[in-house]
């Protein structure tokens, strides 16, 4: 079954404005990392951040973690149409082999 | 390319059937994950290898599904007999293990059961 649920299910921006995504779980983690799927493809491995950690960015992407709430958001600023994928967290669970667990993913749709 | 690679990309093949999968990590990774990936839904863990040693199974690998990765280089995985609700696009991810927590996903394999 899937560790957490993301929300929202579908978002549709335009070009130039900032998606946000949320992100809940259920476990104590090591850490928590998004990914991106382009349709019907693997997955892209966008950033990670660690249980200790508040807030991360890399490029366009800002990443927070609440481990009291159990819960994540990614920010994606300025979208660009090839940012159209879904996204996904995933937990790595404390004692659990580094094994992932996803949510349920958040599809973005960016019109130019 | 020194990514994961999966084969076959696709396959369609009829109930009760057995089909293999096979996927190529990255070189030197140690760590070697298998994932199934319903439509709409996220990735599920299906297995875990480290090196030549399969260390944990998901509940959902049932007795028809066997993973193996002899030389702690690629892996398989089979399906026995395999029925409808194995429709799915199954992915492999590899990891370096110690230090490093992400994993590289490969294309997948997606599998139509007819």
């Known amino acids: 079954s899937q560790q957490g649920e993301e929300d929202p299910q579908a978002l549709s921006i335009q070009e130039g404005e900032n998606a946000t995504m949320n992100c809940s779980y259920k476990?104590?983690?090591?850490?928590l990392q998004w990914y991106r799927q382009n349709s019907g493809r693997g997955l892209v491995h966008l950033i990670l951040?660690?249980?200790?950690?508040r807030e991360k960015h890399s490029g366009r992407l800002r990443v927070t973690l609440d481990t009291s709430k159990k819960s994540s958001s990614l920010l994606i600023t300025a979208s660009r149409a090839a940012d159209t994928a879904s996204y996904f967290c995933a937990t790595d669970a404390v004692g659990g082999f580094q094994k992932l667990v996803f949510g349920t993913g958040t599809r973005l749709l960016v019109s130019p | 390319d020194t990514g994961v690679s999966q084969d076959p990309r696709h396959k369609i093949t009829k109930r009760g059937q057995n089909v293999t999968f096979r996927c190529d990590p990255i070189?030197?990774?140690?760590?070697l994950y298998w994932y199934r990936q319903t439509l709409g839904q996220g990735p599920e863990f299906l297995t875990y290898?480290?090196?030549?040693?399969?260390?944990?199974k998901s509940r959902l690998l049932s007795d028809r599904f066997s993973a193996e990765r002899p030389k702690g280089s690629f892996s398989t995985l089979e399906i026995q007999r395999t029925e409808q609700g194995d429709s799915a696009m199954y992915l492999c991810?590899?990891?370096?293990?110690?230090?490093?927590?992400?994993?590289?996903f490969g294309p997948g394999t997606r599998l139509t059961v007819t």
């Open positions: 951040i660690r249980s200790n950690e």
């Open positions: 991810a590899s990891s370096p293990g110690t230090g490093s927590y992400e994993q590289y």
């Open positions: 290898f480290q090196n030549e040693a399969q260390l944990e």
């Open positions: 070189s030197e990774h140690n760590r």
């Open positions: 476990t104590s983690i090591n850490n």
